[in-house]
């Protein structure tokens, strides 16, 4: 990954989320309702903001993805509210060459979050779901239908309410673990 330039996907391909809102076609009634409604915990802030200002969230996603339309929106009120983190989300199939540099078992899923630093280094990255849910996600693809998945995975969002993505996303940022509220 070290052929990456982070700084120029950032500054040419990235776009903060409202902007790249504004192309969203599928799920965008799910994305601004999480958005709007969600409450990021104080913790999470305190947690951001650790490392000092300058930390990014480079996220790769496509608005017809319901782990991103489950995820992203959190991730987007937090560098929005937090002053020492900014977000920026790039469109998956516009940018096969960084996506591929972060399959999922030779898969190209999504979200990928991947954290940089002031100088666009890259802390590490995380996706495309929270640990807990891709291990039941896998366990039971091979028994059951995606009309009979996707709902408890979108049950499994509702009810952690982002606090499982947060954790795990600002857990790339190092500094103190993060305590339980």
Not at 28 to 48: C, M, N, Q
Not at 62 to 86: F, Q, Y
Not at 115 to 143: K, M, S, Y
Request: net charge negative; with cysteine; glycine share 8%.
């Amino acid at each position: 990954m070290g052929d990456l330039d982070f700084r120029a996907i950032w500054e040419n391909d990235a776009a903060p989320y409202e902007q790249f809102l504004e192309g969203v076609e599928k799920n965008e009634s799910l994305w601004r309702g999480i958005y709007k409604t969600v409450h990021v915990p104080d913790w999470a802030f305190d947690s951001a903001c650790q490392r000092g200002r300058g930390v990014r969230l480079l996220v790769i996603a496509e608005d017809w993805c319901g782990d991103a339309s489950n995820t992203v929106p959190i991730l987007a009120r937090l560098g929005d509210e937090a002053e020492c983190l900014e977000m920026r989300v790039v469109e998956r199939d516009a940018n096969l060459s960084l996506m591929d540099q972060y399959l999922t078992n030779g898969s190209r899923s999504i979200p990928i979050v991947i954290a940089l630093d002031a100088g666009f280094n890259q802390l590490g990255h995380w996706g495309p779901r929270p640990t807990e849910l891709q291990r039941w996600v896998i366990a039971n693809r091979p028994t059951m239908t995606s009309k009979e998945l996707y709902p408890q995975v979108r049950r499994w969002y509702a009810k952690d309410r982002g606090v499982t993505t947060l954790r795990e996303v600002l857990d790339l940022l190092g500094g103190q673990a993060i305590a339980a509220e």
